[in-house]
C-alpha cells in the first residue's frame, strides 16, 4: 500500500509531507479494523483503499494546480488549500477531507456528518494521528449551515458520493464565503446531473466553471471535480429542510 501512494502521489504531482504516506497507511488501518464493526466502507481491499479512496480524495489538491482560481504550490509541500479552511460535507469515513489533511497539515478542517458513531471515530482516528485543527461534527448539514461561524464562512466546501448534485448545491453552498468554491466529487458522466443543478447554483449565489476532469493512477478510472464558484452570500431562506430540498430541489 505504502509504495501505491508513494507512486500515486508522485505521478499525480503531490509532494507529500515527512510521515504523510505512513499515516495514511495508519489511517488505513484503522478504517479497515473499524469497518468490521460499523460499515464505513465497501471497500475493503487495502490496495483499492488506496487508489479509489486515497489518490481519488487527493486529486482535490491536483485541481488547484490546474485552475487559475487558486495559485500554484510555491515547492515542498505547499499546496493551495494551505493555510485555507475546508468543511466536508457528509464526510461518512473522512474522505476527501482527512486525506486533504493528512497531505496538508496547515489546512483548518471541518468534517460534518449526520451519523455520531461515524464522528465519534473519526475524532479518536484524529488523536491517534496526531492531527490538530480539525473539527468532527455530529449535525445535520442543512441546519448547521443556519449557524453563525459557519454560514457564508468557509473557503472550500467538499462533498464526494453524498447526494445527486441539485440537493448538494442547497446542503454545500451555503458553507462557502464568498470567493470560496464549493467542489463536488462526481462521475464522468455527470453532466446531465449537474445541468440539472444549474437553477439551484444561481439561486444561491454561486456559478459553474469548466469541470475538472483526473485520471487514478493505477486504477483505470477516471473521476470528475464539479467546481462552483462562490459569488455572493448565500439568499435567507436557504437552505431548506431536508424534506423540502428532496421533495423539490431548487
Known amino acids: 500500500m505504502k ?30 479494523k473499524q469497518n468490521k464493526v460499523m460499515n464505513l466502507t465497501a471497500i475493503t481491499e487495502p490496495e483499492e483503499v488506496a487508489r479509489l479512496h486515497f489518490l481519488d480524495s487527493a486529486a482535490i489538491l491536483t485541481w488547484g494546480k490546474e485552475t487559475a482560481l487558486a495559485p500554484p504550490p510555491s515547492g515542498g509541500s505547499h499546496t493551495w488549500l494551505s493555510g485555507k479552511s475546508l468543511v466536508d460535507i457528509g464526510t461518512g469515513a473522512g474522505f476527501p477531507g482527512m486525506v486533504l489533511k493528512i497531505l496538508d497539515p496547515s489546512l483548518s478542517l471541518t468534517l460534518v456528518d449526520s451519523l455520531g458513531k461515524r464522528v465519534a471515530w473519526l475524532e479518536r482516528v484524529c488523536e491517534v494521528l496526531c492531527l490538530d485543527h480539525v473539527q468532527c461534527l455530529h449535525a445535520r448539514a442543512e441546519e448547521l449551515a443556519l449557524t453563525s461561524g459557519f454560514r457564508d464562512s468557509f473557503d472550500v466546501a467538499t462533498s464526494r458520493a453524498v447526494a445527486s448534485f441539485p440537493l448538494l448545491c442547497e446542503l454545500c453552498l451555503p458553507y462557502v464565503k464568498p470567493g470560496g468554491v464549493f467542489l463536488a466529487m462526481k462521475s464522468i458522466e455527470s453532466h446531465e446531473e449537474v445541468q440539472g443543478g444549474l437553477s439551484a447554483v444561481k439561486r444561491l449565489g454561486g456559478a459553474l466553471s469548466d469541470p475538472f476532469d483526473y485520471p487514478i ?20 431562506g436557504l437552505p431548506r429542510s431536508w424534506g423540502k430540498i428532496k421533495k423539490a430541489p431548487l
Request: proline share 12%; aromatic share 2%.
Open 3 to 32: 509504495d501505491i501512494l508513494a507512486q500515486g502521489l508522485a505521478q499525480m504531482g503531490i509532494t507529500p509531507p515527512p510521515g504523510a504516506v505512513d499515516k495514511l497507511c495508519q489511517y488505513s488501518d484503522l478504517l479497515l
Open 217 to 236: 493512477p493505477g486504477g483505470g478510472l477516471s473521476h470528475r471535480i464539479v467546481t462552483v464558484k462562490k459569488l455572493s452570500p448565500t439568499p435567507k
